[in-house]
């Protein structure tokens, strides 16, 4: 029994106070007494006890309504309750196992029999206290499964939409960027068609002439080819994104694939670009990029994407943060993505940031699931806490933080170059 416990004796006899309290102690017990029902219950509640012994005959407040009252308050309510009486008929055992006691000890009591009783007591409550919170435990742990599994879903359903999204898109985007050249070709072809009318105007017919005189030849013929110059740019772009699209939320198979890390990284940077531009009076972020020559590697490059997005946009916000904290920067806001291989059968990855940084508190439970440090509706608490079991659990690598408080904070992440 651990030092700040004890043993709480309820008797209205001396005598008994006495015998019992020198047996207990001489067994190893704490122990404290009451000579009554009602400081017994006053005392309880400043101090609950580990066990108590209770005597059902007592002036004043009986045992039993001792025993109704402590039962009926939830601080004292799990306390074990020994009755001690020479009343040993079946009703009153009945009666005091009815208001919850746990034992009944006959007067006059063998002292070897109360501590045998008390220990066997003692040890149940340890037994019921460990249960009880291996089912809390156990039940939160079930809740935190159940989250992972629904924002798991949710993200798969995500990815599924996004990626039939990218395909829809890739017909008519091809059908842009195959028609554009020929489209350029025929506008040089009038261009050229247009300059030779505007060298012969006098030979023209007057209606001909009157429609370039109201029109500005000369700018459309400057301007046309900086209009399709600017399509074929912006059709170059959205082909980008729609294959970054497909490559994010491609669906990982039962096995894994060998796959590109830089193509997943930045497909998640390209993919989050609008929020790396400058936004009012915030700067852009910049993006460093350190790459190495890697070896593709054997995963699932589904959920890599997703650990890539979660990191990158939990910076992104911590640089966010940081700039509404101060509206000033001493440095640019950045986003650092450094890769090597670290030995001939595993690779690094360090994701670093100079936002507002954490502390060793934060970073301690920061791969928890349902932990989060922001704001009720901005954050799930869930991205970094699946990103953890998709690099340990789902590819046997390894995952960690370091973070200095308004410095910034670096991701870690070494991976298995084949399963």
């Known amino acids: 029994m651990p030092n700040s416990e004890f043993i709480l004796i309820v008797d209205d006899n001396p005598t008994n106070l006495s015998v019992l309290s020198q047996a207990l102690k001489s067994a190893g017990f704490a122990v404290r007494v009451a000579e009554d029902g009602e400081s017994a219950i006053e005392l309880v509640q400043h101090k609950p006890p580990a066990l108590i012994l209770l005597d059902v005959q007592m002036p004043g407040i009986d045992g039993f309504e001792t025993c109704q009252k402590l039962k009926a308050v939830p601080l004292t309510q799990n306390i074990p309750i020994i009755f001690m009486t020479a009343l040993a008929d079946t009703e009153n055992k009945v009666k005091g196992f009815s208001l919850g006691a746990v034992d009944y ?22 037994l019921t206290d460990n249960l009880e919170q291996r089912v809390i435990e156990r039940t ?3 809740k935190q499964a159940q989250v992972q599994l629904v924002q798991q879903e949710k993200l798969s ?40 009318c505007q060298q012969n105007y006098e030979q023209l017919p007057a209606v001909i002439q009157n429609t370039i005189a109201n029109t500005d030849l000369e700018f459309l013929l400057e301007d046309l080819p900086k209009l399709l110059n600017s399509m074929e740019v912006s059709t170059v772009r959205i ?7 497909r490559n994010f939320a491609r669906a990982d198979t039962s096995t ?12 998640t940077l390209l993919i989050l670009s609008h929020r790396l531009k400058s936004i009012g009076a915030r700067p852009e972020i910049q993006i460093i990029k350190q790459y190495d020559t890697l070896p593709k590697i054997e995963c699932y490059p589904g959920q890599l994407n997703q650990v890539f997005m979660n990191i990158l946009a939990n910076a992104i916000d911590a640089l966010e943060d940081v700039w509404q904290a101060k509206q000033q920067v001493d440095n640019s806001l950045t986003i650092k993505i450094c890769t090597e291989i670290l030995t001939p059968e595993s690779i690094k990855i360090r994701i670093s940031d100079n936002g507002i940084g954490m502390t ?9 699931s349902l932990f989060t440090t922001k704001a009720v509706g901005k954050g799930t608490g869930l991205g970094l806490a699946i990103a953890h079991q998709i690099i340990v659990e789902k590819h046997g690598g390894a995952i960690e933080v370091h973070s200095t408080p308004n410095q910034g904070t670096e991701f870690i992440i070494i991976l298995p170059v084949e399963d």
């Open 157 to 196: 359903m995500l990815g599924q939409l996004v990626a039939g999204v990218a395909h829809e898109m890739n017909n008519p985007i091809s059908c842009i960027v195959s028609n554009l050249p020929p489209a350029q070709e025929y506008v040089a072809e009038l261009a050229k068609i247009l300059e030779l």
């Open 239 to 245: 082909q980008d994104i729609s294959v970054s699209l």
């Open 140 to 142: 939160a742990a079930l």
């Open 105 to 126: 000890i006959p007067k006059p009591f063998e002292q070897a029999e109360v501590i045998a009783r008390v220990r066997m007591h003692l040890q149940l409550k340890q």
């Open 360 to 368: 060793e508190e934060v970073q301690q439970h920061i791969f928890d």
């Open 256 to 267: 894994k694939v060998k796959f590109d890390i830089h193509q997943g990284i930045d497909s």
